[in-house]
């Protein structure tokens, strides 16, 4: 069974799914066939409200109130009272029937249950007929009171109820029981253990109907993270497992008067039934506790989502959901007439396309939710043995399709007049209306009931066509199908042992042995490196103690000149995609297999391995880089996979910023390997290559006549040098290398935003050119002022205003960059933010640069950055992989890691005068080029510039 907001029961398949509710209750539950739903059904004629003259002569008199009664309001024969307690009252006095109706509404249901606790609501339920201290006795009670009593717990909200013949012992009686049950029930782990195999029963019961099954399933897949995916049963192991003081602490928080509204209908006496209430219920203090706020709210869905239950049973099911505004919205009435009007029996238009042509047994509309955006169902029930494909592909086809018909006259009055008779009824049925009733209250007023039932009168063909083509849509849609099989292919995951039984008798291996307490200062490193020359290879080795006998390698290897490298940009790209996926002895499997032996983790330019393996694995590696094989089938793979992560960065807000202000900073002429290029431009030029371009870019370009090879870790570096003469040595370029310079370009600035469609996040980024080298005076203040700024994570500067400050962005940065041998660099900032937050983030940048240039930095920021700074210096030059790669760097341009510690020096020696000093010099924020990159339709006015 599950929880829901109303009910719709067709004619036709009451027989199919009679027992299966849409709330879950104590043993009984009262379904009102053929009303569109409980909530739905306030839509009352002029009759039905004069039918209602004996209650509202009643209701005239007024009645003396008992002291802390306050009356609040009267509408159409319903009048609201309000204890100090907070404890709302509705009484509708109705002689008509010698029958009282109590019925009292908690504001819980199943979405207010946490994790581990689902199905806690309505085991709750049942454990508050188990007994309060002034009535232990309660079911014997009813029974001897000949009552008919009940419980149900739905999504939003539960309620318990009393049918009994009219008289003051009768009402006094469940008046002081309710009071008494509200707050002081036993809630007992004696009543829990008892009653849970009892309501594991129940959940048992709903597993045997394939409607139940399927509707539990449409919940948990249609949902993500609101808690109407849960049905309220719950689930089988919460039910068995849930401790008794989580139990207890939700009944504390949620049973309580300010968290309640009693309802009283049928015979009885107005005063005296207040004066009761005010004694039993009035006495309740009032709670200090605050209500627990639920904030999430279900993302909208991007997708059709589909599907299958397979288990024994005599029918075929199909369902389709489609989210849908929650009740208090006009669209929930609007496409409320449009399922009725498709799913109505015998006049609907699905009952004529699929009952009468024999192609379905029954057609089933249910209404998902209420409090918040629920589900709109409509299924159909199929035959077993006949084709379900077909019949779930039309069924979606005549929803979907629904709107480009209108309803027509005929059919919109057959649903007004079905509801207003429905209505009627109810209005003129106290023993209906007192339960009835809690679907309205969980919306947050009871007189919602008589307003939204004037409403209905002005809902318009046109509206409910609107309606339906605004949800009834493939991207919001959901299909569960029920298929009937004898043996459904399970797999039951059994439970896992505990870590003791896993753990038990374990004794672990001895260390592989010590690593020596290196000093990483640049002196040592410098002291205890290698450097030579083998063939034309630049080779530093530094030999040194690790942990497992790890040894890092790094390989640059650098080829062609400025004009020779002209228009083969995706040529080198795609060569370099190659390398590694062949060779004339492994195919790339092997190869992976090979590499895996040797223990060789990273790339063929850079990777770790051992000191035992890394003479065969610099022959591997070597071979890899002399020997592709190109094969075909792995060329046509790299280039379509290139394709393609070009096409996904279209529209991804961080690329199309990023490519734009490439596009807008490049200087290259068109075919200049360094030339940015639109998306387009690059495919044509990835397509345009072939896998002969390829093995001719390969033949002349590739070879180890201009390289740098480091070699850091547990090595001897004599073997190590003999090692890299026997596998590369030999490998001579058959094209010259000249590299290429770059140059400084002054950039004008600019500040454009871009549309990124139906994306969620967005992107800011900002750059500006600087003349500027790594041993430039000012480099080292702008080194530290950049790690102030917005390199130095949640504690810069940008961070602390844009996240931490103003609560923007999750991430964001700059940079510096300096040229080592032309003096090019840049300044940048980025960060990621909402589209609708964009506009901020860029004024925060702008007021950032503002104050750092106009205040500068303080002492205290200086001394910060220092220490973060050269901690962070020293802490790479412990890394092993960055110990290489950095010595490839320095052999490239002729360094030490002296100069390292010469920055190092600078660093330490400066001061705040100087820093602020190179800043106000160098950062100009009058030149700096912002593109901004977002869903331009969430964006507030001011970012869309």
Avoid at 475 to 494: H, S
Avoid at 684 to 712: C, P, R, W
């Amino acid at each position: 069974m599950q929880g829901s907001k109303r009910f719709h029961q067709c004619a036709g398949i009451a027989s199919v799914h009679s027992s299966t509710q849409l709330q879950t209750g104590n043993g009984h539950t009262d379904t009102v066939a053929g009303l569109n739903s409980v909530f739905k059904i306030a839509r009352a004629s002029v009759l039905g409200v004069a039918l209602l003259a004996s209650g509202l002569a009643a209701a005239q008199t007024a009645p003396v109130l008992p002291k802390g009664v306050s009356q609040i309001t009267t509408v159409e024969g319903i009048t609201e009272y309000r204890l100090q307690n907070g404890l709302k009252i509705l009484l509708m006095p109705d002689a008509s029937k010698p029958t009282t109706t109590v019925n009292v509404t908690y504001l819980v249901g199943s979405r207010h249950e946490n994790y581990g606790e689902t199905g806690m609501a309505h085991l709750l339920e049942h454990m508050m007929f188990k007994g309060a201290p002034k009535h232990p006795k309660i079911t014997e009670e009813f029974n001897k009171r000949g009552m008919r009593p009940n419980g149900t717990t739905s999504l939003d909200r539960t309620n318990y109820f009393e049918i009994f013949q009219a008289g003051d012992d009768n009402l006094k009686w469940a008046i002081g029981m309710e009071a008494d049950r509200m707050v002081n029930s036993f809630i007992a782990k004696k009543d829990l253990d008892s009653e849970m195999t009892v309501v594991r029963n129940e959940y048992e019961s709903g597993e045997n109907s394939p409607f139940g099954v399927l509707l539990k399933r449409m919940q948990s897949v249609a949902y993500d993270w609101h808690n109407y995916g849960n049905s309220t049963i719950g689930n089988r192991s919460d039910i068995e497992n849930v401790k008794i003081e989580n139990l207890q602490a939700f009944y504390h928080t949620y049973y309580q008067p300010d968290n309640a509204v009693v309802m009283i209908a049928g015979k009885f006496d107005v005063a005296q039934t207040l004066k009761w209430i005010s004694e039993s219920f009035g006495v309740l203090p009032k709670p200090k506790r605050s209500l627990p706020v639920l904030w999430t709210v279900e993302p909208t869905q991007d997708g059709e989502r589909s599907f299958v239950v397979r288990r024994k049973g005599d029918i075929q099911l199909v369902a389709v959901a489609y989210k849908m505004p929650a009740g208090l919205h006009p669209d929930n009435d609007s496409l409320s007439y449009a399922a009725d009007i498709l799913s109505d029996s015998p006049n609907g238009r699905l009952h004529k396309q699929f009952v009468e042509s024999g192609k379905a047994v029954a057609i089933v509309n249910i209404p998902l939710g209420s409090y918040a955006p629920g589900l709109q169902i409509i299924g159909a029930v199929v035959k077993k043995g006949q084709p379900i494909e077909p019949v779930r592909d039309e069924l979606i086809s005549a929803i979907e399709n629904f709107s480009k018909t209108a309803p027509t006259k005929e059919e919109m009055d057959r649903i007004t007049r079905k509801n207003a008779n429905a209505t009627e009824k109810l209005l003129n049925d106290h023993e209906k209306i007192g339960v009835a009733m809690s679907e309205i209250i969980a919306l947050g007023d009871w007189r919602y009931l008589f307003q939204n039932r004037d409403q209905q009168a002005s809902i318009t063909a046109e509206q409910v066509s609107a309606a339906a083509g605004k949800y009834f849509k493939r991207d919001n849609r959901t299909v569960g199908m029920f298929l009937p099989e004898d043996a459904p292919q399970r797999a039951e995951i059994p439970a896992a042992p505990s870590i003791e039984e896993v753990m038990k008798g374990y004794k672990g291996k001895a260390s592989t042995g010590e690593a020596e307490n290196f000093d990483p200062s640049p002196a040592n490193i410098d002291k205890r490196t290698q450097r030579s020359k083998i063939g034309d290879i630049n080779v530093a080795i530094l030999s040194k103690h690790t942990k497992g006998e790890m040894v890092s390698v790094a390989l640059n290897l650098h080829r062609g000149d400025e004009k020779s490298l002209v228009g083969k940009k995706w040529i080198a790209a795609l060569t370099g995609s190659m390398i590694g996926k062949g060779t004339s002895k492994y195919s790339r499997a092997e190869l992976a297999d090979e590499m895996s032996k040797l223990k060789m983790s990273g790339g063929i330019y850079s990777f770790t391995t051992t000191k035992s393996n890394l003479a065969a694995a610099l022959q591997l590696s070597a071979h890899i880089l002399k020997d592709p094989s190109f094969p075909e089938s792995e060329f046509t793979q790299a280039r379509e996979q290139m394709i393609v992560n070009l096409e996904a960065s279209r529209n991804e807000p961080n690329a199309v910023a990023s490519r734009a202000l490439g596009l807008y900073f490049n200087r290259y002429p068109k075919g200049d390997i360094r030339a940015a290029e639109t998306i387009d431009e690059s495919i044509a030029g990835i397509k345009a290559v072939t896998l002969d371009d390829v093995k001719a870019y390969y033949k002349q370009f590739y070879g180890a006549s201009n390289a740098e090879m480091s070699i850091v870790g547990d090595v001897d570096a004599a073997e190590a040098g003999k090692q890299i003469a026997a596998a590369y040595g030999n490998w001579k370029s058959a094209s010259p290398y000249t590299r290429l310079s770059s140059r400084y370009d002054d950039i004008p600035a600019k500040h454009e935003t871009l549309n990124t469609p139906d994306k969620e996040n967005g992107f800011y980024i900002a750059a500006m050119n600087l003349q500027l080298r790594d041993d430039d005076a000012d480099y080292p203040a702008l080194y530290v002022a950049n790690y102030i700024f917005g390199a130095s994570g949640l504690d810069s500067r940008l961070m602390l205003r844009i996240r931490q400050k103003d609560g923007l962005s999750y991430g964001g940065g700059s940079g510096i960059e300096a040229g080592s041998v032309d003096r090019v660099g840049s300044f940048s900032i980025s960060a990621i933010a909402a589209p609708q937050n964009l506009a901020k983030v860029d004024a925060a940048v702008n007021e950032e640069l503002a104050r750092m240039l106009k205040d500068g930095f303080t002492e205290q920021e200086l001394a910060r950055a220092k220490s973060g700074l050269l901690q962070q210096r020293l802490q790479g030059r412990t890394s092993d992989p960055r110990l290489a790669s950095g010595w490839n760097f320095n052999l490239e341009h002729q360094r030490t890691f002296a100069w390292s510690q010469a920055l190092d020096d600078k660093i330490k020696a400066l001061t705040v005068e100087q820093l602020n000093a190179a800043v106000r010099k160098t950062i100009d924020p009058s030149k700096l080029t912002v593109f901004i990159a977002g869903d331009q339709s969430k964006m507030k006015p001011e970012a869309a510039k």
